[in-house]
């Protein structure tokens, strides 16, 4: 991977090399930030159907249907507030980190 990072022109710049550094970062993210959503919806599928559906069917009660959306919404306001929560600290660290090294 280290190659990766390595010049084929002597006459890149530094910033040309930090662009690229940040471009790989940011599709690393977006990699990440997908399966941490595909692993809480499979999660919530999981959970929500073992707890909600009793007796699987061919179609779901009204009970089973209002199980499965109050279920469904609190694994979502929960995902929700320790998102913002993570990414509120990483934006602090982040400014720390740049105020040391002025």
């Known amino acids: 991977m280290s190659d990766f990072f390595k010049s084929s022109s002597p006459s890149s710049s ?13 599709g690393v993210r977006s990699e990440i930030a997908l399966a941490s959503a595909q692993e809480l919806i499979n ?14 069917g061919t ?10 959306s109050r279920c469904l919404e609190r694994y979502l ?18 400014e720390q ?3 040391n090294q002025i």
């Open 14 to 26: 530094p910033s040309d090399m930090t662009a690229k550094k940040e471009a790989v970062m940011n």
């Open 43 to 56: 999660k919530t599928n999981e959970k929500c159907f073992a707890k909600c559906i009793t007796k699987p």
């Open 59 to 68: 179609s779901l009660s009204s009970s089973e249907e209002t199980c499965l």
């Open 77 to 94: 306001e929960t995902f929700n507030m320790i998102s913002k929560t993570y990414s509120a600290r990483l934006s602090r660290e982040r």
């Open 97 to 99: 980190r740049q105020l």
